[in-house]
């Protein structure tokens, strides 16, 4: 077996690389419990209050695309991040790497996204960086958000809360973001108008959780697709999930586009859908709640958790076989034939 | 595009009422193969094995195209990775191919300049925008792919981009099938002939294997219905003791083939006996840069030196892809074998058979 000695980009493609990399190198170091939790963000207590603190760094490439641009990625990213913990996100902070070249209209445009980002997500930036680096130092313009929520008293939302018989709800058509930035970053012509749906869904998380509904697991199934989250929370809650391949919703256009490339929707990004697990008295109302928001219209039951099969996700196929859905490897490559 | 019609061909219904046409005619057990990789993908993401009658086993064929390329063939791209003044450029599924002592993964990594392209066009641009350096595209693949191959460097002639050039390991489909029989280990009753490598080759291509082994083959397409129907149309010949040639994938396959690919992959190739992993040389079975365009030939132009190229240590992967042996056969598979940590080819590819089985294969 070849030993791999340098970092390479699979390292980075939130599969199953990515994790032992967290796992092996990251945990070790930083040692502590918090860490451990492995959630979309930290959750810990301070001065009597519940916190999520999460931080991400966006790098995308095109850094335009339809539907966005790195700006609002960057925003809701963090902001999505902070509301999987249950919490009302409150306050971020944006560091920008920035290449030296990049067009001053450019920059404007990411800033006044990011500007009305936040503004949606009713969250405050209070504290910022610049960085100018050579040319060829970074790839145009790479920014980093940071952000800390609150989270209200009753609310017990954490990726190890999957119980057998809760119910999987995704709010939404899955694959589209993802689909969108590898067809323009290839230049493919894609002869629809599928557009990347970067959102911020604190809000439909507020009314998902409001009047005490039993929500157990939140999270946004952005880099490594539905497929790779599902794993992570059957692996972290240490049950076994059952979904349907017919339930899952999939635009037209991606399932083209997906079909003629060899990519599986399950595994591509998606920057406003969240997964929720849901106690089964309860799935009604979560559904009600997500369908009356602006971004969970399609909110739709696509399985649900079982006792048997400890960590892994099955999927009854449309033509009612079953096969497992396993995490991510690495990045997902075009087929060649 | 065809978009619309993914769904429709889905089916569920459809798909149902074929499983039972097929749980009620099949008596006698049978091996299948699939000789493509793609319809390997297919299989296994729409749980078809899973809802077949035990009578029939589905074997998968030497149908990946990272898979089929031999070891010899992979240390030399990664020693071309490693020439001065050279660009790579390659399929993306060729990156985490294990070579005997590296991969090109491990080559970027270590700073050597390798880009993945999604067409071979891709690749001509680079070459444009590189006039310093030589663009080398790893030109793997069956029928499908070689004729893009072509027209990239008959574009490239016509455009004098004089630095683009393709290292050919191409492999041609219908002299593998005839190698598979002839090897005689593997009982095949029947097969499921590629869909794409059909559009361009036709069914025509497969009638001299046809009649001189009278096994039962079916061209189809990747859709689960497509497949289903494949298996029923097999099982009927079998069952009848009927063997035909026939194409369940009349939308996009014809007799003659697609005469302008080929065409073109005639002007640019010619055959010539080919190493396969597994399967050994097989006579006329690859294709060859033709002399007239030497300058874009990679094989030509530098002098590629291996040595030392061996298997990967206890990987099965050559009885894998002639249907000898499955994944869970092999003792390295999911022990020291998974895709994060691929041992051979048939991991690494998408479209490889270990990676099918351990992506989406319950055991
Ligand atoms: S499991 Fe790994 S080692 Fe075994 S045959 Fe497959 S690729 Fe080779």
Redesign the pocket.
């Known amino acids: 077996m070849m030993k791999i000695d340098k970092i390479v980009l699979d390292h980075g493609s939130g599969g199953k690389i990515s994790h032992r990399l967290t796992a092996d190198l990251m945990l070790p170091i930083f040692d502590n419990a918090i860490l451990a939790q492995l959630n979309d963000g930290a959750i810990f207590d301070l001065a009597g209050m519940r916190l999520a603190f999460s931080t991400d760094s966006y790098t995308v490439d095109p850094i335009f695309f339809p539907g966005g641009n790195i700006g609002d990625l960057a925003i809701n990213g963090t902001v999505n991040d902070i509301a999987m913990c249950g919490a009302t996100p409150l306050y971020l902070s944006v560091g920008l790497i920035i290449e030296e070249g990049l067009p001053m209209s450019d920059l404007e445009s990411i800033l006044i996204e990011m500007g009305k980002a936040a503004k949606t997500a009713g969250v405050t930036v209070v504290t910022g960086d610049t960085k100018v680096v050579p040319r060829g130092a970074a790839d145009r313009i790479f920014i980093n958000t940071s952000g800390i929520g609150l989270i209200p008293e009753d609310v017990q939302i954490a990726g190890n809360q999957a119980r057998p018989g809760d119910k999987i709800i995704i709010s939404g058509s899955i694959a589209d973001h993802g689909i969108v930035v590898l067809t323009q970053r290839e230049g493919l012509t894609f002869d629809s108008a599928v557009v990347s749906d970067t959102a911020p869904l604190n809000h439909m998380v507020g009314r998902m959780l409001a009047g005490g509904k039993k929500v157990h697991v939140l999270r946004d199934p952005t880099r490594g697709g539905v497929g790779t989250a599902l794993n992570e929370i059957a692996l972290q809650s240490g049950v076994g999930l059952k979904i349907f391949e017919e339930k899952i919703p999939v635009k037209g256009p991606v399932a083209g586009m997906c079909e003629l490339l060899g990519y599986d929707p399950l595994y591509l990004a998606n920057e406003g859908k969240l997964l929720a697990f849901v106690s089964p008295e309860d799935a009604e109302a979560v559904l009600a709640a997500m369908r009356a928001d602006k971004y969970g219209k399609e909110a739709v039951v696509i399985g649900e958790v079982v006792s048997d099969h400890a960590g892994q996700v099955f999927m009854q196929t449309r033509i009612g076989g079953t096969r497992i859905v396993d995490m991510l490897t690495g990045e997902q490559l075009p087929r060649i034939c | 595009m065809s978009i619309k019609y993914m769904d429709e061909y889905r089916d569920s219904e459809i798909s149902r009422k074929l499983v039972e046409k097929i749980g009620n005619l099949s008596r006698n057990a049978i091996r299948l193969m699939e000789v493509c990789g793609t319809h390997t993908v297919a299989i296994f993401r729409s749980g078809i094995r899973s809802v077949l009658p035990e009578t029939i086993t589905l074997l998968s064929g030497p149908g990946c195209p990272v898979c089929v390329t031999d070891q010899k063939e992979i240390d030399a791209f990664i020693e071309l990775a490693r020439t001065k003044d050279v660009i790579i450029t390659t399929f993306g599924d060729l990156m985490r191919v294990p070579g005997t002592f590296s991969s090109l993964q491990q080559e970027r990594a270590d700073g050597r300049d390798i880009r993945v392209v999604y067409s071979t066009f891709d690749a001509l641009e680079v070459a444009k925008k590189n006039p310093e350096k030589k663009v080398v595209f790893l030109g793997i693949g069956f029928e499908t792919t070689a004729p893009t191959i072509a027209a990239a460097i008959l574009a490239a002639v016509q455009r004098e981009i004089e630095n683009f050039l393709v290292i050919s390991a191409h492999k041609l489909v219908p002299p593998a099938l005839e190698a598979l029989v002839a090897t005689a280990n593997v009982a095949i009753d029947g097969f499921i002939l590629p869909g794409h490598v059909s559009v361009i080759i036709g069914l025509k291509a497969y009638q001299p294997f046809f009649e001189k082994h009278r096994i039962p083959s079916v061209v189809t397409g990747f859709e689960p219905t497509d497949i289903l129907q494949a298996i029923l149309i097999l099982v009927e010949q079998v069952e009848k003791k009927y063997p035909r040639l026939e194409n369940a994938y009349q939308r996009a396959v014809t007799f003659d083939g697609n005469a302008k690919a080929w065409n073109m992959m005639q002007e640019v190739f010619e055959t010539v006996d080919a190493g396969w992993r597994g399967l050994g040389v097989i006579p006329q079975s690859g294709l060859k840069i033709r002399e007239r365009f030497r300058a874009h030939d990679a094989a030509r132009v530098f002098d590629i030196q291996v040595h030392g190229t061996q298997d990967?240590r206890?990987?099965?992967?050559g009885e894998?892809l002639t249907g000898l042996?499955t994944?869970p056969e092999?003792p390295?598979?999911k022990t020291?074998?998974s895709p994060t940590d691929?041992?051979?080819?048939?991991?690494v590819s998408s479209e490889?058979?270990?990676a099918a089985y351990y992506r989406y294969h319950a055991d």
């Open positions: 990967p206890g990987c099965a992967c894998i042996k994944p092999c390295l598979y020291r074998c691929p041992v051979g080819p048939c991991m490889g058979t270990c």
